[in-house]
């Protein structure tokens, strides 16, 4: 059964980026959408954005036009470029991946902290 990884999260000054990526340890099958969520200290878990196997992509409004969902390489299953960072972007990041056999696997996330 397939378990999800991320990496790249750390600690950068407001105006930096970071990349996170995350990778399947195991298999995964029929995945038809990919994403990264995000939870702030004392804050729901939220969408970042979502990528959909028919190639469309969701952000959060708040997010479009300074974080980039792809797959980058064929190791990677989702990466979030994440640009012009915001101390409000401070959050544990989570690797999300949904089946069409109504499967979801998260990862165990990622730390963002983003100093001003």
């Known amino acids: 059964q397939g378990r999800l990884v991320e990496s790249g999260g750390g600690l950068v000054q407001a105006g930096g980026s970071l990349r996170l990526s995350c990778a399947a340890s195991?298999?995964?099958?029929?995945?038809?959408?990919r994403g990264w969520y995000r939870q702030a200290p004392g804050k729901q878990r939220e969408l970042v954005a979502v990528?959909?196997?028919?190639?469309?992509?969701t952000y959060a409004d708040s997010l479009k036009g300074r974080f980039t969902i792809s797959r980058d390489n064929p190791n990677n299953l989702v990466s979030l470029q994440m640009n012009s960072l915001k101390p409000e972007d401070t959050a544990v990041y989570y690797c999300?991946?949904?089946?069409?056999?109504?499967?979801?696997?998260w990862g165990q996330g990622t730390q963002v902290t983003v100093s001003s």
């Open positions: 999300n991946v949904r089946t069409m056999y109504g499967a979801e696997y």
């Open positions: 990528m959909r196997s028919g190639g469309s992509t």
């Open positions: 195991g298999s995964i099958f029929g995945i038809n959408a």
